[in-house]
């Protein structure tokens, strides 16, 4: 059976069941209706023409239910918005009732119309008891879901007490300061009341709007923004002399795997070049630590993107031995990051969709910003020159997510929202790797954050000597991606 037919399956199914409910809503105000109406005694024409009456409301009022939409809507997301939809079905299927019984008067057609009085406490009694029903039914599914998230998602809060130590009264600078993550790191230092901030960031609209929410929430951080690409050399080396930074968050980087695929120069220059020459200015100003954020794309890289972190990786850390400390971190994918996945699923299920999954077996790691940017500032407190690789939890299948977000929205995955497979994208991989195993990892004072074993294959210099021969040469991008994918073995 296929995920369509499955769905629809799943829709019907649940659709029967949500009518045999409403059926037994319905019998008990029913019951409940004549109950209140004749003090509980038995009316005039027994109670076999009323459960015979009965079927006939119930026909009518399932009826309107139906041709006003309400079984098209998802219990669970029932909300304010939909109590109109509901009340205009139960006022539809009142006054059918009501004109029966206008054209029916007869008492030897009790068995067929109520009494206006019972269609008139019926109505009530129905309405209250359909939407609620529906209303408990979604409490219970978010209390259900806020327990599921609880115990498959198990975020620790750090201790910050270590991270305001180090942060307290520096000079950090944090590149790509405007990005999802920069943004984030930005924010969290705020919080540790650094002497200044250096918001190195090269797009306009992404400065402007992280220094502007720093100086609004933080008012007493004082905050720099500088509108730099980090490949510029000189204006990078005289920010430096200026500010002399004491702490350095690199977050700078192309990150989109199919932008990086088709544009390999800029992104070795780049990832890779801009990187390592953003080590050299940080040692030769004098800086204490280093951090560059990494990715689960550098661990046997398929593509362009994941080849030029894992050659920013070795580059950066072969610098360590001076005074300066240089250290990476690997983590998977942010939830709700600018080109991730779950923005991009939202715009499209509020289309109306499809929705496009690169393949059904996709798997990704997640992590929400603030998790992921606790975990890089507590790996910056460490002693160890490393690359250190965070702990996100168990993958998820692209395609699941894709179900959950259109189900969240009250919308049914392929049958409201289309989900279509578009195939893997050049430089992509089925499944990111980030092996924290005993074989591939050594445990931290911190759960979630491991040393990686791995030693690169090639010396730090021949790397970035490699790296400048392809930004350099004459090649188109084809023999670039090749000579570099060459190189996989890094």
């Not at 009264?169 to 984030?184: D, F, L, P, Q, Y």
């Not at 992509?428 to 924290?436: A, G, M």
């Amino acid at each position: 059976m296929t995920k369509k037919e499955e769905a629809w399956s799943l829709f019907l199914a649940t659709r029967v069941a949500g009518m045999f409910v409403d059926a037994a809503v319905m019998a008990g105000a029913y019951l409940a209706a004549f109950a209140l109406r004749l003090d509980f005694q038995e009316p005039q024409w027994g109670w076999r023409a009323v459960a015979q009456s009965f079927v006939v409301v119930w026909a009518v009022q399932q009826a309107a239910l139906f041709l006003t939409g309400c079984y098209r809507l998802t219990w669970r997301r029932t909300g304010a918005l939909d109590v109109p939809r509901y009340v205009l079905a139960v006022i539809a299927s009142a006054v059918a009732l009501t004109l029966m019984r206008f054209l029916l008067p007869s008492l030897a057609h009790a068995y067929i119309r109520p009494p206006y009085s019972i269609t008139l406490i019926n109505a009530v009694l129905v309405a209250v008891g359909v939407i609620g029903v529906r209303w408990l039914w979604r409490l219970a599914w978010d209390a259900r879901r806020q327990r599921e998230l609880l115990l498959n998602r198990d975020e620790r809060r750090m201790d910050s007490a270590d991270v305001v130590a180090l942060f307290a009264g520096k000079r950090v600078m944090v590149t790509g300061a405007g990005g999802s993550i920069g943004s984030e790191l930005v924010r969290q230092i705020a919080r540790c009341a650094p002497a200044e901030i250096l918001l190195v960031e090269r797009g306009e609209n992404a400065l402007y709007e992280i220094d502007r929410a720093l100086r609004s929430r933080f008012p007493s951080v004082k905050a720099v923004p500088e509108m730099v690409d980090i490949s510029d050399a000189p204006r990078m080396r005289a920010i430096f002399a200026a500010h002399r930074p004491e702490i350095v968050l690199h977050a700078a980087a192309y990150k989109h795997v199919p932008m990086v695929e088709a544009n390999p120069r800029e992104g070795i220059r780049n990832n890779v070049l801009a990187t390592r020459v953003l080590g050299e200015m940080a040692l030769e100003a004098g800086v204490e630590r280093f951090v560059m954020i990494s990715t689960d794309k550098a661990v046997r890289p398929a593509g362009v993107m994941g080849m030029t972190k894992r050659m920013a990786e070795i580059a950066l850390l072969g610098l360590n031995g001076g005074a300066t400390r240089f250290s990476g971190v690997r983590f998977g994918n942010v939830l709700g990051s600018s080109g991730s996945v779950v923005p991009l699923f939202k715009e499209q299920i509020a289309r109306g969709g499809p929705v496009t999954v690169t393949h059904p077996d996709m798997k990704r790691y997640f992590m929400t910003v603030q998790e992921a940017v606790a975990l890089v500032l507590k790996a910056a407190t460490f002693a160890e020159s490393a690359l250190y690789v965070l702990d996100m939890g168990e993958p998820v299948k692209i395609v699941d997510l894709a179900e959950e977000m259109i189900a969240e929205a009250g919308l049914r995955p392929y049958v409201d929202v289309p989900i279509v497979f578009t195939g893997i994208r050049p430089g992509e991989k089925l499944f990111e790797e980030l092996d924290v195993s005993e074989k591939s990892v050594l445990k931290t004072g911190c759960a979630r954050i491991y040393v990686c074993r791995a030693r690169p294959a090639r010396p730090p210099d021949e790397v970035v000597a490699f790296a400048r021969s392809l930004a350099c040469s004459g090649d188109d991008d084809d023999t670039i991606r090749r000579r570099l994918m060459e190189w996989r073995d890094v």
